[in-house]
């Protein structure tokens, strides 16, 4: 007898393992005919990206030309701090020249260092288009702005002493 249930165990043990293949492989079947996104899906998601989009791109234009106008602003200050060095060490006058050229700002130092051009999304400058430095590094008081593409606006002061500074304001305490 123990003979028989034996064999009955074996043959139904069998059967179990062979049931759950069959809903393995059936599950098999079923997942891989569901993989993927729907049209909806991947058109909510297009959605939600365009729309963080419009978000966003007009504050980084804006943050990318206050970079450009502060990057223009410090290059333009330590660019007169050298010219005011130049004079003094050569014992020479030295003339910086601002000018706007095809919408761009050229500074000429006259010689006593290399001419530069200040970023492109910065469109303009009020005050004189010339600072002069004397002998001793000395200059008249001035205040020079830059303006960028939006009407941000960077001063740079320029002190009798010949010190110059910048701010982020039209006017410079």
Same mark, same amino acid.
């Given at each position: 007898m123990?003979?028989?249930?034996?064999?009955?165990?074996?043959?139904?043990?069998?059967? &179990?393992?062979?049931?759950?293949?069959r809903?393995?492989?059936?599950?098999?079947?079923?997942? =891989?005919?569901?993989?993927?996104?729907?049209?909806? #899906?991947?058109m909510?998601? $297009?959605?939600?990206?365009?729309?963080?989009?419009?978000?966003?791109? &007009?504050?980084?234009?804006?943050?990318?030309? =206050?970079?450009?106008?502060?990057?223009?602003?410090? #290059?333009?200050?330590?660019?007169?701090?050298?010219? =005011?060095?130049?004079?003094?060490? =050569?014992?020479?006058?030295?003339? $910086?020249?601002?000018?706007?050229?095809?919408?761009?700002?050229?500074?000429?130092?006259?010689?006593?260092?290399?001419?530069?051009?200040?970023?492109?999304?910065?469109?303009?400058?009020?005050?004189?288009?010339?600072?002069?430095?004397?002998?001793?590094?000395?200059?008249?008081?001035?205040?020079?702005?830059?303006?960028?593409?939006?009407?941000?606006?960077?001063?740079l002061?320029?002190? &009798?002493?010949?010190?110059?500074?910048?701010?982020?304001?039209?006017?410079? &305490?």
């Amino acid at each position: 007898m123990s003979l028989a249930y034996g064999a009955i165990g074996m043959a139904l043990a069998h059967l &179990p393992v062979a049931m759950c293949s069959r809903r393995h492989q059936s599950g098999i079947t079923a997942a =891989r005919s569901q993989v993927g996104f729907t049209l909806i #899906e991947v058109m909510i998601a $297009v959605a939600i990206v365009g729309i963080l989009a419009m978000v966003a791109v &007009p504050n980084y234009l804006q943050w990318n030309a =206050r970079y450009q106008l502060k990057q223009g602003t410090t #290059e333009l200050a330590g660019s007169l701090t050298l010219a =005011r060095m130049a004079a003094m060490n =050569r014992n020479l006058a030295v003339t $910086v020249t601002l000018s706007l050229v095809s919408g761009r700002v050229n500074v000429d130092f006259g010689g006593a260092l290399a001419p530069i051009v200040l970023p492109q999304a910065i469109v303009g400058f009020t005050g004189g288009p010339t600072v002069q430095f004397t002998r001793q590094g000395l200059s008249g008081a001035g205040l020079l702005t830059l303006v960028s593409q939006q009407g941000t606006v960077y001063s740079l002061v320029i002190t &009798p002493a010949g010190k110059v500074n910048w701010c982020a304001r039209a006017t410079c &305490p």
